[in-house]
């Protein structure tokens, strides 16, 4: 019998490598920019929350908190080179590995912190304070995505899906141009 641990572990990151291929086909960009828009919402959702309900001092933290976060946890260009290197010669870096494995357990604790306070906004009775946990909720669990899309698989960027629909429709007029139809005379 499979460990169950692991089987949600396989489930997650088979998601967040679908998520990264879906994200590269559609826009043709890479997953660190997946990820780093995905913490530059999450972030921001949690700076809005803790200026919405500034409740008390550990709410005014959140915003520093949540930047320093967003600037720290974004994919490394050094990180993305070394495995870029590393890939080339059909070969996976040790460092970029840990990186990655970091990145996947932190992205486990906000996301447990996520449904942790999601599950706590439903018990609480005042509509200020579930809704304020409500968008934390929300904030934390693009973070934990973020951070789990981080470890996801690497691909390349290329062109976005309207423009090689494009190319492909200059291609298919380019095949099918007008050509002489020969015709028998009759003398």
């Known amino acids: 019998m499979k460990n169950p641990i692991r089987s949600i572990d396989d489930a997650l990151t088979s998601e967040a490598n679908a998520a990264v291929h879906t994200w590269n086909f559609t826009t043709g960009r890479t997953r660190s920019d997946l990820s780093t828009l995905l913490m530059a919402v999450g972030s921001s959702v949690l700076i809005a929350?803790?200026?919405?309900?500034?409740?008390?001092?550990?709410?005014?933290?959140?915003?520093?908190?949540?930047?320093?976060?967003?600037?720290?946890?974004?994919?490394?260009?050094?990180?993305?080179?070394?495995?870029?290197?590393a890939a080339d010669r059909q070969m996976k870096d040790f460092n970029v590995e840990s990186?990655?494995?970091?990145?996947k357990i932190c992205g486990?604790?906000?996301?447990?912190?996520?449904?942790?306070?999601?599950?706590?906004?439903?018990?609480?009775?005042n509509p200020d304070t579930s809704q304020?946990?409500?968008?934390?909720s929300i904030g934390d669990g693009l973070i934990a995505a973020s951070l789990l899309i981080t470890s996801a698989d690497s691909l390349p960027p290329k062109k976005?899906?309207?423009s090689r629909a494009y190319d492909k429709l200059n291609?298919?007029?380019k095949s099918y141009r007008l050509q002489p139809a020969y015709a028998r005379v009759e003398e």
């Open 49 to 85: 929350n803790s200026m919405a309900y500034p409740n008390n001092l550990p709410e005014l933290v959140i915003p520093v908190y949540s930047a320093w976060t967003a600037g720290k946890a974004i994919l490394d260009p050094r990180i993305e080179k070394q495995e870029v290197a």
């Open 132 to 136: 304020s946990s409500l968008l934390k």
């Open 160 to 162: 976005n899906i309207l």
């Open 108 to 125: 486990y604790a906000v996301g447990y912190i996520a449904a942790s306070i999601l599950f706590l906004s439903t018990q609480d009775s």
């Open 171 to 173: 291609d298919l007029i």
């Open 99 to 103: 990186y990655k494995i970091g990145q």
